[in-house]
C-alpha cells in the first residue's frame, strides 16, 4: 500500500535537472510532495488534485496522472537548497501514506 | 502567524511507561495529523482529527490513542512503551482534512 518512488536516491551537480517518480497501487484523490532535511521537519512543496494536473513553483514542478496512479516532481536547474529527502504522499480516500523518500545531494 | 508547535522536544521514557506528546496546530486549522518516523523511512501515518473527530487511523497497536479538544489542539498517548517505540513524532496541521499539512519539528522519543 505505500508508494514507491524512484529513484531511491540521486547525486546531482549544481545546475543539473532531475526527476523523482511515485507510483501508487491504490486509486488517489491527490498527491502530496514534501521535502525533509536531515533533523528538520517535513516542508510543503505541492499538493496535485486532479488528474493529469501539473503545478509549478519556482523551478520544481510535478504532474499527477490520475488513471496510472503516478506522479512525478521534477526539478530544474537544481540547487544547493535543494538538497534533502523528498517524500510523496498519495492520499485516497482518507489518510496520506507516504513513502521511503528519494535522497536528493546537490554537489557544487 | 506561529507554526505547528509540538511539545516536549525531546524526552526519554524507559519500557511499560506511558507517554503524552502535545501539538498545536496553527491558527485557523481543524485538522491535525500524527505520524511516526523512523531513522530512514517517511512519515508512517498513526491519527488524523477534523473537528474533534478521529477521521483516519493508521496499523498501529491500541496503545496509540489520540485526541483533539475544542480549540484544535491534540494528544498523542502511548502506554506500555516498547523500544520500538522510539522515533520522531510528527504533528502536522491543515485546515482541513483535504488540504495542504503543515508539520510541527516532531517530538524526540526515546525508550530504554
Known amino acids: 500500500q505505500q508508494p514507491v518512488q524512484s529513484p531511491q536516491a540521486v547525486i546531482l551537480r549544481e545546475g543539473e535537472d532531475a526527476v523523482i517518480n511515485c507510483s501508487s497501487s491504490?486509486?488517489?484523490?491527490?498527491v502530496h510532495w514534501y521535502r525533509q532535511k536531515h533533523g528538520e521537519a517535513p516542508i510543503f512543496l505541492m499538493i496535485?488534485?486532479?488528474?493529469?494536473e501539473q503545478k509549478g513553483h519556482d523551478k520544481i514542478s510535478a504532474s499527477f496522472n490520475e488513471k496510472k496512479q503516478q506522479s512525478s516532481l521534477y526539478l530544474t536547474a537544481s540547487q544547493l537548497s535543494y538538497s534533502g529527502t523528498y517524500f510523496c504522499?498519495?492520499?485516497?480516500?482518507?489518510?496520506?501514506?507516504f513513502g521511503k523518500g528519494t535522497r536528493l545531494h546537490i554537489l557544487p | 502567524d506561529a507554526g505547528v508547535t509540538q511539545s516536549p522536544t525531546h524526552l526519554i521514557k524507559t519500557r511499560g511507561q506511558h507517554v503524552t506528546l502535545r501539538c498545536s496546530p496553527i491558527?485557523?486549522?481543524?485538522?491535525v495529523s500524527w505520524y511516526q518516523q523512523v531513522l530512514g523511512q517517511g512519515p508512517q501515518f498513526i491519527f488524523q482529527?477534523?473537528?474533534?473527530?478521529?477521521?483516519g487511523r493508521g496499523n498501529f497497536p491500541d496503545r496509540f490513542s489520540a485526541r483533539q479538544f475544542p480549540n484544535y489542539s491534540s494528544e498523542l498517548n502511548v502506554n506500555a512503551l516498547l523500544l520500538g517505540d522510539s522515533a520522531l513524532y510528527l504533528c502536522?496541521?491543515?485546515?482541513?482534512?483535504?488540504?495542504?499539512?503543515?508539520f510541527g519539528p516532531g517530538t524526540r522519543l526515546t525508550v530504554l
Open positions: 496535485l488534485l486532479k488528474g493529469g
Open positions: 502536522a496541521s491543515s485546515f482541513t482534512s483535504y488540504n495542504e499539512q503543515f
Open positions: 491558527s485557523g486549522h481543524k485538522s
Open positions: 482529527y477534523y473537528e474533534k473527530e478521529e477521521r
Open positions: 491504490k486509486a488517489l484523490y491527490s
Open positions: 504522499g498519495p492520499k485516497g480516500d482518507d489518510k496520506i501514506i
